[in-house]
């Protein structure tokens, strides 16, 4: 069975940090691309962050470009979302993706 979680959500003042984490159990991890997602309250998903199987490339969202890095360790089938200089704007639920699978989400919230 395949599961994803996701955890290091919080509360972050603006300009502020955290690091998410996705750890994956019962696929294989380092053969498919990651991807992190993100919905914030009352819209639709937003596509954040993408990282190669490999770790080689990774991609991001026009929002959060700068200032979010993607990394993944497969070794230890997990995943990293370190998002630095925080704006209220990255309040959201957010999600790790492997193919189909989703994780429960975890909370962020940017706020002063």
């Known amino acids: 069975q395949v599961q994803l979680v996701e955890s290091g959500g919080g509360l972050a003042q603006p300009g502020g940090s955290l690091r998410l984490s996705c750890a994956a159990s019962?696929?294989?991890?380092?053969?498919?691309?990651m991807t992190w997602a993100r919905q914030a309250p009352g819209k639709g998903l937003e596509w954040v962050s993408e990282?190669?199987?490999?770790?080689?490339?990774?991609y991001y969202g026009n929002s959060v470009k700068g200032r979010f890095t993607i990394s993944r360790d497969n070794a230890r089938s997990s995943a990293y979302l370190q998002m630095n200089n925080l704006k209220p704007e990255d309040t959201a639920v957010y999600y790790c993706?492997?193919?189909?699978?989703w994780g429960q989400g975890t909370q962020v919230t940017v706020s002063s």
């Open positions: 990282i190669s199987s490999d770790g080689r490339e990774a």
């Open positions: 019962g696929v294989t991890f380092g053969n498919y691309v």
């Open positions: 993706n492997v193919q189909q699978y």
